[in-house]
Antibody, heavy 116, light 108 residues
Framework: EVQLVESGGGLVQPGGSLRLSCAAS????????MSWVRQAPGKGLEWVAN????????YYVDSVKGRFTISRDNAKNSLYLQMNSLRAEDTAVYYC?????????WGQGTLVTVSS | SYVLTQPPSVSVAPGKTARITCGGN??????VHWYQQKPGQAPVLVIY???DRPSGIPERFSGSNSGNTATLTISRVEAGDEADYYC???????????FGGGTQLTVL
């Protein structure tokens, strides 16, 4: 069974940093593109970033370029999202997701709140 | 950037057919994926590549895509189908995934 478990969310002040992690199991992690998708409270889904199987290609939504960095460790079956210079509008549930063109599986999400 | 437009809400009586549209410029040339999200839960893929169903998704869910509109069709709607539904494409011109704004399906 595919499992994606996010961690690292919490309350952070504007301008602060946070690192999200996603532990993957139940599939060959190194064979899949992986993504982060977020959902602001009461709003729709927004794709944030994705990364190729070997980490050689990464893409970001314009609003996070230069502030967020997606990475992965295939030896640890883990996906990461380093978030710097956080803003109030980054407040959302962040989902770890398997896939790129389509999202086959989703984690349960971790809440990031940016507030003073 | 590529924009996907969905109606905010659709209502349907139990046992009837619900159709949720997703509009985009020449969307028929792209592959469309659909997700179901129930309150407090993560999204679930219900249709991928326009009309394919993942294992475990009932045959009542189907999809089509042509011209400027993609459609998710839910036949014989049940109370348990009440959820938000999102369409999504990969925009190769920008290397971005794009989601529609979502449609809330209400079962009357």
């Amino acid at each position: 069974e595919v499992q994606l478990v996010e961690s690292g969310g919490g309350l952070v002040q504007p301008g602060g940093s946070l690192r999200l992690s996603c532990a993957a199991s139940g599939f060959t992690f190194s064979s899949y593109w992986m993504s982060w998708v977020r959902q602001a409270p009461g709003k729709g889904l927004e794709w944030v970033a994705n990364i190729k199987q070997d980490g050689s290609e990464k893409y970001y939504v314009d609003s996070v370029k230069g502030r967020f960095t997606i990475s992965r460790d295939n030896a640890k079956n883990s996906l990461y999202l380093q978030m710097n210079s956080l803003r109030a509008e980054d407040t959302a549930v962040y989902y770890c997701a398997r896939g790129s063109y389509s999202i086959e599986n989703w984690g349960q999400g971790t809440l990031v709140t940016v507030s003073s | 950037s590529y924009v996907l437009t969905q109606p905010p809400s659709v209502s349907v009586a139990p046992g009837k057919t619900a159709r949720i549209t997703c509009g985009g410029n020449n969307i028929g040339s792209k592959s469309v994926h659909w997700y179901q999200q129930k309150p407090g839960q993560a999204p679930v893929l219900v249709i991928y590549y326009d009309s394919d169903r993942p294992s475990g998704i009932p045959e009542r869910f189907s999809g089509s895509n042509s011209g400027n509109t993609a459609t998710l069709t839910i036949s014989r709607v049940e109370a348990g189908d009440e959820a938000d539904y999102y369409c999504q494409v990969w925009d190769s011109s920008s290397d971005h995934a794009v989601f529609g704004g979502g449609t809330q399906l209400t079962v009357l």
